[in-house]
């Protein structure tokens, strides 16, 4: 995998296909880069496409603890994308989607369209007051008294319940499962980003400024809090479309990779 400093952290990247246009991916919390493999594999060599390890996460460095986790790698993106062919297509799954939405806002020059898959942007369902907002924060009490406990399995078990979709955390094994509860507690580290609180909070005002076409892509059978996010977005945003990939759960990624990549291909006809 390449590798190098950005934003002063060590960094590690994948790269493939070579097609004219760029495509740059976003993980989730607790995946890597190589959540993408599906995908990338799926659109085949017709695309330049990059997928970076967020902090913490994969290869690439810790978190710089001097600031959010999502201003981290926001940073660390830009400077990623800057130094590629630019405009990308920005493909941001669940926290990834978060930062892509902030980079879409801050630089719309370098971002010609907009993916955001199973975005976790909640702030975007309180603002729009819809209920599964308060609906989705009681359903995750017990996860974060596991936190609180330092209960690190226990907490990632909880996640991974209300997350993982149809791969029960169990089933996983025993690399994977502690890679999780490593960084479980990244968990909190993102949230004042996607609940409307803190320096990153973006109301969903700011969210009716970005011009650039926007995929809006969801598994039919993830938490109601997606289809709420992005009902929310959808409603503010000048270009966006919306799909829903049958069978799917929030890893939609990597359960239903050709799908999405179908998704994708499709779009960027538009």
């Known amino acids: 995998m390449p590798e190098g400093i950005l934003a002063g952290t060590r ?6 296909g070579a097609g004219p246009r760029s495509v740059f991916f976003l993980h989730c ?8 493999k599906g995908v990338m594999s799926a659109l085949g060599a017709d695309y330049q496409m990059v997928a970076m390890d967020l902090p913490g996460h994969g290869r690439t460095g810790a978190r710089d603890l001097s600031r959010t986790w999502q201003t981290q790698s926001r940073d660390m993106a830009l400077e990623l994308i800057e130094a590629g062919s630019t405009p990308v297509d920005l493909v941001g799954h669940s926290f990834g989607a978060t930062v892509a939405l902030r980079l879409a806002l801050e630089r719309p020059d370098l971002v010609r369209s907009l993916i955001l898959i199973e975005s976790v942007f909640f702030s975007a369902a309180k603002d729009a007051k819809r ?3 308060d609906a989705h924060m009681g359903a995750h009490l017990g996860f974060y008294d596991l936190l609180d406990k330092q209960d690190k399995t226990g907490a990632a078990r909880a996640f991974s319940n209300l997350w993982g979709g149809q791969v029960p955390f169990d089933s996983l094994s025993q690399a994977q499962r502690d890679y999780m509860a490593d960084r479980i507690e990244m968990i909190r580290a993102g949230g004042e980003s996607l609940l409307g609180e803190g320096l990153d909070y973006i109301p969903l005002t700011r969210v009716a400024q970005i011009t650039a076409p926007v995929l809006l892509i969801e598994g039919s059978e993830t938490d109601p809090i997606v289809g709420a996010v992005h009902a929310s977005l959808d409603d503010v945003l000048p270009n966006s479309v919306r799909q829903i990939i049958d069978g799917g759960g929030h890893m939609v990624p990597i359960s239903h990779p050709r799908e999405v990549a ?4 499709a779009f960027f006809k538009i």
């Open 11 to 16: 960094a590690y990247w994948r790269q493939q």
């Open 262 to 265: 179908n998704a994708m291909r």
């Open 29 to 36: 919390t607790l995946g890597h880069s190589g959540a993408w």
């Open 131 to 133: 209920p599964e907002f």
